[in-house]
């Protein structure tokens, strides 16, 4: 049994004393735990706290727990709610879709949630035995498991260590998961969210009983981590759980995360009554036809949810969940402000949809943009290309030339931790640091206080965790140190191996969690000779962890060395919270849906998982990124073709093979969807067109207007060079040919034909160059060849350079004449070759000419 795997290990025996609830009586039995300091616990498991929610109940609200005669013996666990487990029976296919770390955990905690039932309301108390003998009445703490809305349960969640250690009673809840949990109405006459209803029912029956279990009514904190701190937050939303509960705890989820709320579970259940063959036109017919069905065949159909969201989960149904939390928590709800909130994260968040190959040797960015395509195409519905980009800008390393793939990996799960997690708890702190507070009377004083915020960062790795210690703490070690699995060799699926300064940390976050559940304060010091290591009064007792506000935002990092740190990844943060939402903006009605589309959306290769299907011809569904932009299913309809018709809405991709998952039957929808694309084709490939013009045009203008300006320089150049070197030969008196120079300005392009008299050559002759005062009458002619009379370019290269050929003519020889022609004041001689076939004189180069005065 999975009882023999959770105390087994430890002294059990019956408790002498029954406990007399309103439904019956009960008897459960004495843990006696392996270290001086943690007291025995009194365990009571397999509590019911509601009716089986089968048969004519399935989909139905919880109902009262049916009485029982008799003492009834809490010594075993009573089944978890029907669910499917991830598939971890193959090592190497499970590897391919999650690091090996999550694959050793999920394998430890599979096993206790393999007895299912329909008969899964049940709760496990685990309350100190002093506070039984001696009537004493200790806070309480109400476990909301996590991980996800399909599979999970309370069972696994061994609440003895932190009773133990922290003087408290620990409840841990199993409630419906899935489609029995969360199953829409399609038809808004009925009403879902039957999971949530599941833990009101619990908080009902704690109300009424956990007296009896030395608990107290009115000091009981809920604490949950993932999808079970997001069920939280939508409890200090509801009018249903009013009273219920007194304070908060929110680890590494809110209802603001864009898988907190089921947005399209009307779709996904179309589907199911499309296989099972139920009516879906009125939702009393389909849910009396899922009543029907055999619990396996709804079990056995496949759904395919978009990476990032739910399928089925809570849903804003105006009773449980008035309205979205965003717009409750904004319009400062007394609701959300009456209570205490602890809440935080870990430094990794986003990290076990990848495989054990990425995790150890990274990733390319090619496989980088697939997830982060992913991502975006799910989360939001305009800008999404401009989104993608500015995420790919955002959490790119550009101190560094060359990019690792292991930095490439650690930047992606940043960004996919942010986006779910992180931003959007932040957010949730910010409305409730931010929003006026009522006073909150205890039972216990007359005294007032306002309700406070409180931010951590779990940042601490353990040194023999299951992951990569390059990394960090990763979502959900946290866990193990609030339930004190360090002081114990083993508990429950938690590892078993940890170090002594592992222990003390354990009970640093068992003493500040229990602190926050008795007094709403964490920092209040442990008392004098109650065994508290004196490790960790050295440790802390300096460390004062402040309340969290907007402005300063501080926050304590939580590690071997604990310290007080404000403004928790501002640049990054402030992207989610003040870019993003400018950017996911409709803008223009007029503008096309295509503009707000992914590059290249249609592309199935350029995605790696399962994505929402975009229905041919219409926008985007509505956005799920409840942090980023509020609207619920109903929000710009405007965009949405009627997705009852189109039940199936995702499109499942990887690497291997490309599955397009529709039901579309209307032929010519996929026309329909082309004709916008092809159309914004043409536009985009005219717009290019006229571009490349005008840049060419460009380039030719600016060409002419660069040579022009060169031209008159070589001019002015070379006749004050000339003049120049005519007045030093006439003061010094020398001979011409005994003083050589060189004239080296003349390095810039010039025409040749503005320099030379009009001449024939015959194959060899002398060009003379004429003085530049009389370039200008020789520009329009031309040179020509006394044998084809052809036009052609030329182009001279001399100054002792190497003669070149160079299209029309072959400079073979270029050498200074000794004695130049009284006429001319430089003279050249050089042997042309003019080729046939150019049309037309062009320029000819010359940049530069020996010679001597």
Known sequence: MVISRHIDSDSKTLSSRVVNTHYGSLRGFISSLPSRQLQPIEVFLGVPYAGAPKGPLRFMPPVTSPHWKGVRLADHFSPVCPQKLPNVANETEALKRMPLGRFQYLRRLLPYLANQSEDCLYLNIYAPQS??????????????????????????????????????????????????????????????????????????????????????????????????????????????????FHRAIMQSGSSLSPWAIARDAITHTLHIARVLDCPAQHNTALVECLRKRDLQEIMDVEIQTPDYLSAFGPTVDGIVLPQNPSEIMERNSALFTQYDLLFGATRVESYFQFSAYEEKFGMDSEKRDKVLRTMVRNLFTYHLQEIFLTIVNEYMDWSRPFLHASDIFDGTIDAIGDALVVAPIIRVGSFHSGNPRDTYQYSSSSTSREKKSFFYVFGYQSEYGDYSSRLGAVTGEDLAYVFGAPLLTSLSHFANNYTKAEVTLSEILMLQWTNFAKFGDPNVSPPEGDGQSENLKGRYEKVNWPAYEPVHQKYLSISMKPRVRDHYHAHRLSYWLNLIPRLHSSGDANVSVQHHRLHDHDNPLSYDGTVRNLPGGAGPFPSTLSPFGNGDANEHLDLINDTKNDANISLKFDSKEVEMISNREDGNSSQSARNPQQLYSTALIITIAVGCTLL??????????????????????????????????????????????????????????????????????????????????????????????????????????????EKGISVREAQPLLTPPSSNPHTITATVDCLQGWPNAQEMSVFGIDGRN
């Not at 969360?182 to 029956?205: E, K």
């Not at 050559?761 to 084809?788: E, I, M, R």
């Open 131 to 244: 506070v039984g003998k001696g009537g004493l009445k200790v806070p309480v703490m109400v476990y909301i498991h996590g991980e996800s809305y399909e599979w999970n349960a309370g069972n696994p969640y061994d609440g003895r260590v932190l009773a133990s250690y922290g003087n408290v009673v620990v409840v841990t809840i199993n409630y419906r998961l899935g489609i029995l949990g969360f199953l829409p109405a399609v038809d808004r006459s009925a009403r879902g969210n039957y999971g949530l209803m599941d833990q009101v029912a619990a908080l009902h029956w704690i109300q009424e009983n956990i007296a009896e279990f030395g608990g107290d009514a009115d000091n009981v904190t809920i604490f949950g981590h993932g999808h079970g701190a997001a069920c939280v937050n939508l409890l200090m939303l509801s009018p249903m759980a009013k009273g219920l």
């Open 696 to 805: 060419v045009l460009n380039v030719v203008i600016f060409a002419g207007i660069y040579y022009q300006k060169e031209k008159e320089s070589l001019e002015k150049k070379l006749q004050k060079k000339f003049y120049q070197e005519k007045r030093s030969d006439d003061e010094e008196g020398q001979p011409s040919s005994e003083k050589p120079f060189l004239v080296k300005d003349l390095s810039s392009s010039m025409m040749l034909n503005q320099y030379c008299s009009q001449q024939e050559f015959d194959g060899s002759q002398t060009l003379d160059l004429v003085q530049p005062s009389k370039v200008k009458q020789y520009q329009n002619q031309t040179l020509s060849s006394a044998n084809s009379r052809e036009s052609c370019d030329s182009q001279y290269h001399m100054s002792s350079r190497t003669p070149q050929s």
